[in-house]
């Protein structure tokens, strides 16, 4: 996948916005559009959120183009850092505003993407909003994220995750933060199996580490992962053994 095959709500908003794709999008894009497992590692500032986020926000846009989107979430983002995920909502609306904007002055109905934060902070009046019409886009925490799979409501809105985006993964990798989160991401491959037969994709985003292909295996959980590294730290393997 690159620029032009976006739908043209999400690649105007894209265009309008910056003056080309970083070299980290243009493969990251092609990799997630197969529809594989993905870690982008690359420094701050070479476009890694969007990397991994338009391609999600697209599908969603695309599906509202056939029916409307359905409550229930289908894109997760897990941060270990609060504030980050806090970032990641706002920094959210902006794409999903244009997006809507470009709709509208098209004559077309509204995306109806919405997405929300769940972290240890989040109010009992949000979380309740967002049980009773849970978000397409939910950004939480490996701890909240742990909650929401031991509650029946949360593993309800669990259900349909087809993407799973987990940043700032080498920080938790090695820890025990990390072996939390694979148990968790385990745990919710048995969910969506269930309703769907499929495990959701997984994608991570990581500073560019060495050994890049440990980061990976434990994104993937053994399973083949491209790597987009532009930091080029590693054989240009794409299975990770």
Known sequence: MKTADFHPAVREWFTGRFPSETPVQAE???EIGSGQNVLIAAPTGSGKT?????CAINDLVEQSRRTPLADGVQVLYVSPLKALSNDIEKNLREPLAGIDDWLAE???APSGIRAMVRTGDT???DRQKMRSRPPQLLVTTPESLYLLLTADSGRA???GVSTVIVDEIHAIAGGKRGSHLALSLARLD???R???GLKARRIGLSATQKPIATIANYLSGGEDCAI?????????DLAIE
């Open 228 to 236: 987009v590294d532009t930091g080029h730290q590693r054989e240009r």
């Open 50 to 54: 969007f990397a991994a986020f338009l």
């Open 190 to 192: 048995a969910l969506t």
């Open 28 to 30: 990251a894009w092609r």
């Open 194 to 196: 269930d309703r769907s």
């Open 157 to 159: 809105i669990l259900s």
């Open 106 to 108: 098209h004559g077309e």
């Open 123 to 125: 109010p009992p009046g």
